[in-house]
Each structure stands twice: as structure tokens, then as C-alpha cells.
């Protein structure tokens, strides 16, 4: 039987299989779009963390997408929206229908499952521009041709459509940090949840005859670590930790800061109903028609709120703090031109300065008797 729960990345009640509960703590994440090169090391850290068995060759956890023409699964979100068809975001909530909602007679999720090939091209439209670039037309702002990488893991939801779904009951949500598990005993390879998850985030290793799934490297997040995607990340886009529902917000949480506070890292397809756990600041350069259908209406205040940065020190200092340690932070605050990140404990983990120091040597270094070029 259908239930009532509240969803407050849509702002408005909807039906879910399971009555709202929601975890003693949520992990989450806020990923920097503008920061990400496609180096694809996240990638391979999981890769060669948890997915490099047998069965699990085409397996990839965490996965950098080209948007707008990639996606792994092929297509996984023009499939899933077209699905959905055309919906409506009002002045304060959204007014369309979720995946729950949206489920065909009979059935708890819109759903559909992938064929084998669509697992086949995990790069599929890497680098490749919105539409072809006229001479000279680079120089101009905003760029009339664009694309940026999409960071992708499982989102931990809030109302997860993978667990709605399975009718082994395999599927959990870990009470102690809301991340969501299959029990590989349990689990008897149905790929119901694979069919219902609209992000297409599980997997399915033809071996075992199981489905498996991003784990949050528990592990190490039980201790304060940082997965592995997280840590290794060259660009330093990432940031981990614990989001509060908006009403519970506190300042000093730096995800409930970037989501709640500054509203600049926002949900992917809100509109889907999950409420997905992992947060993007949106790319500056890019159509803002094409970004609103992926995070929602916040958009232009979430880039404006971005481009204000320098003017900000706090959102500037929490922004350089991000993927400055391989340990969780969970308050940070800014103070004497320096950013601090904290355990809840109120242990120093991390800092880093406002401001990089800049050294300029003389030209001419008359103990060595050469001359040097300063580069920035
Ligand atoms: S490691 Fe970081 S910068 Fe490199 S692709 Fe992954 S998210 Fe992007
Ligand atoms: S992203 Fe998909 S696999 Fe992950 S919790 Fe949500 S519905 Fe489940």
C-alpha cells in the first residue's frame, strides 16, 4: 500500500511504498561541476577498489559522463524523462509526477531496463560539444556550443526506487548513515531494482548472478574516511558528509551550508521523486534552458550565488576546503583569511588559506649567476 511521505527537494507530499523514515544521519556529497577535467580518476579508484572481479568488467560504480550527448547507460536519462514525458515545476513546489507516481498499473516505479549494449560504451560522447563551433564563435560569452562532465555514483536516496523495488527484500537503508545496500545472500539477480532506479546505478555482475552496487565505501566512512572516489579526485570537485533535512539546517555543516544556506549545489532530477542524496554546483557556462531540466528551477540563483564566490569568504573558504583531505570534516568556519574544517567533536582537521601566498623571485639570481622567468 502506497504511503504519504514528504519530499523536500520537491516541497510538496507524494507517494512512496514505505512510510517516510529517515536515517539518524544521511551521507551526501556536493560535487563542483565547473572544477571536474574528465581525468576519469575516481573512476578507476573505484574501479580497482571494488569492481575489478570477474563479471564486473563493464561495472563502474562511479562513472564522468559527457553531457549532453553521453550517458552510461546509453541514453539512461533521455530514456527515463521521455518515459516521464513533459512535467511542471510551479513557484514553490513541483507540480508533475514522479517516478511513483508516474508507475504504470500494477507496477510501484516508471521504469525500464536497459538492453546488454547500453553497458558496452561507458565513454560514449566524451568531449563532444552541443552542436558544431563556428569559426571564431569560442571567443564569445555566454558559448553558443558547450559541454561539461557529469560525476555519477548512487545517490543514497531519501526514497530509494531500487529498494521499492526488489521482492526479495534484499535492498536496506543503514539506519546509521542512510547508505543503501543489497544483501548479496538475499539477492537472487532479478534486475528489478536495475529496471527501477531511475539514475541506473545498479549493475548486474553475470557471474555471481547478483546486482551490485556504489557501497559508499563503508568501510572507511565508518572511521571518518573518505571514499575512494572522493580522495583521489584530481580536480579536488568533491566534497563529503552529512546533509540535514532543510528545517535542521546549521551553518557550520558544510553540505547543509552549500545546499540549504547558499542553495548552490542543487539535486540531479529532483523531479524524479528519490530525493537523490549527491548535490552539483551547476556548470557557469552553460545553457541555462538545459541545466534547469536537470536541477530544477534554482539554477540561475545557484550560478549567480557561485559567481559571487570572491565576495563570500565563507562560501569561497568551504569551496577551497573542498577535497583538501581525505578525512570527513563536519563543521567548518572561516576566520583570520584562513578556511578550518572540524570533526563534530570540534577537532581541527584541515586547513587551508583564503589567499595563496605569492612569492616572486628576482630576476636575476646573483649567487647562481642566472637568470629565471617567474610563472604563475
Ligand atoms: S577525479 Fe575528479 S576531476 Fe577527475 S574525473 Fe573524477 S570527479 Fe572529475
Ligand atoms: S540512485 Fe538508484 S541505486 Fe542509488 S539509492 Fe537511488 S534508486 Fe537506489
Keep these: 500500500m502506497a504511503h504519504e511521505v514528504f519530499n523536500w527537494q520537491i516541497n510538496r507530499k507524494m507517494t512512496y ?3 517516510e523514515h529517515r536515517p539518524g544521519r544521511q551521507f551526501a556529497a556536493v560535487f563542483d561541476i565547473n572544477k571536474c577535467i574528465a581525468c576519469q580518476t575516481c573512476s578507476l579508484a573505484c574501479k580497482t577498489t571494488w569492481t575489478s572481479g ?12 559527457t553531457k549532453p550527448w553521453g550517458g552510461y547507460p546509453t541514453a ?6 521521455g518515459l516521464l514525458g513533459p512535467q511542471k515545476w510551479g513557484e514553490d513546489e513541483y ?8 508507475a504504470p498499473k500494477g507496477e510501484r516505479v516508471l521504469q525500464y531496463q536497459p538492453e546488454d549494449g547500453d553497458w558496452c560504451n561507458v565513454n560514449l560522447g566524451e568531449d563532444e560539444c552541443s552542436k558544431v563551433i563556428e569559426k571564431g564563435a569560442y571567443f564569445k560569452l555566454p558559448h553558443d556550443a558547450w559541454f561539461f562532465y557529469l560525476q555519477r555514483i548512487c545517490n543514497h536516496c531519501t526514497y530509494p526506487a531500487c529498494l521499492t523495488a526488489c521482492p526479495r527484500g534484499a535492498i536496506y537503508k543503514r539506519q546509521e548513515d542512510g547508505v543503501v545496500l543489497i544483501d548479496q545472500k538475499q539477492c537472487r539477480g532479478h534486475r528489478e531494482c536495475l529496471k527501477a532506479c531511475p539514475y541506473k546505478r545498479i549493475f548486474f555482475n553475470v557471474v555471481t548472478g547478483t546486482s551490485e552496487k556504489c557501497i559508499a565505501c563503508f568501510p572507511g566512512l565508518e572511521s571518518g574516511k573518505c571514499n575512494r572516489c572522493f580522495e583521489t579526485c584530481i580536480g579536488k570537485i568533491r566534497l563529503q558528509g552529512w546533509i540535514s533535512t532543510p528545517e535542521k539546517a546549521r551553518e557550520d555543516n558544510p553540505i547543509d551550508f552549500l545546499v540549504h544556506i547558499r542553495k548552490v549545489a542543487l539535486p540531479l532530477y529532483p523531479q524524479f521523486g528519490t530525493e537523490p542524496n549527491v548535490y552539483y554546483i551547476p556548470p557557469k557556462q552553460v545553457d541555462p534552458v538545459f541545466l534547469r531540466q536537470m536541477f530544477g528551477p534554482g539554477v540561475d540563483k545557484a550560478i549567480a550565488t557561485y559567481r559571487n564566490a570572491k565576495n563570500d569568504p565563507e562560501l569561497l ?11 570527513i570534516f563536519e563543521r567548518f568556519r572561516v576566520k583570520n583569511g584562513m578556511a578550518i574544517g572540524y570533526t563534530a567533536k570540534g577537532a581541527e582537521v584541515v586547513r587551508v588559506p583564503l589567499k595563496e601566498p605569492l612569492y616572486v623571485r628576482p630576476y636575476k639570481d646573483v649567487a647562481l649567476d642566472v637568470f629565471r622567468h617567474n610563472v604563475t
Excluded at 539512461?76 to 524523462?81: A, E, F, G, H, T
Excluded at 507540480?95 to 508516474?102: I, N, P, S, W
Excluded at 568551504?318 to 583531505?325: E, T, Y
Aim: hydrophobic share 45%; glycine share 10%; proline share 2%.
Design 95 to 102: 507540480e508533475g509526477m514522479t517516478v511513483f507516481e508516474a
Design 17 to 19: 511504498w514505505y512510510p
Design 76 to 81: 539512461w536519462d533521455v530514456k527515463i524523462l
Design 317 to 327: 573558504g568551504l569551496l577551497l576546503l573542498q577535497g583538501s583531505s581525505d578525512r
Design 54 to 65: 570477474k563479471g564486473q568488467e563493464l561495472m563502474f560504480w562511479n562513472n564522468v559522463e
